[in-house]
């Protein structure tokens, strides 16, 4: 499986859109990217998922660019709600593999 | 869909002593998940099922670790003999996977956080 880095943590403020990028240097061929956020107390819950260029759904945008080897979440005019932390995951959709998570961004939303 | 539930929310025992949890996943999810989350980290992978077989277990699991899935349903997780470092948020998760190509995102429920005294 593709090994994902992101920053550990994010600060931002109320109406600010905020930009998350993860690395996968090594995503394969039949690699979906895939993010999700938890909130405190709570199991994580998808938010969006690509294979390439731009996705954008109800809750945030995703970018990737031509060779796939990073992604960027980006969450527009965020609020204090949006304080959680963010998963990004990189395999294959289907099959036998196991969706295994790293360690998130954890992003604060400041008022 | 009425989303994946767990039960119980909390639970506190003494060391020593044996929990077990239960999930309920989507009921037309196939696919259903353990995982464990402590503080500060991600959730770690513990076993998944593919209807009622239970397919891979991690190997840092120990035998301590018990899950079943019967007739592909709910699946509960055992913990014999508890130790103060099995204290945890122990969460399911369910997926479709259609074939091979059309997998779905996991649904994961609100978890089962587990303190040993």
Redesign the interface.
Known sequence: LAKTTQPISMDSYEGQEVNITCSHNNIATNDYITWYQQFPSQGPRFIIQGYKTKVTNEVASLFIPADRKSSTLSLPRVSLSDTAVYYCLVAPRGGSYIPTFGRGTSLIVHP | DTG?SQDPRHKITKRGQNVTFRCDPISEHNRL?W?RQTL??????LT?FQNEAQ??KSRLLSDRFSAERPKGSFSTLEIQRTEQGDSA?Y???SSL???????S???????T?LTVT
């Open positions: 994946v998940y995982y500060g980290q991600g959730p770690e992978f998944y397919l891979e948020m969460l399911c998760a996977d259609r074939d091979r190509d059309r997998g995102p996991l649904h994961f429920g609100n978890g956080r």
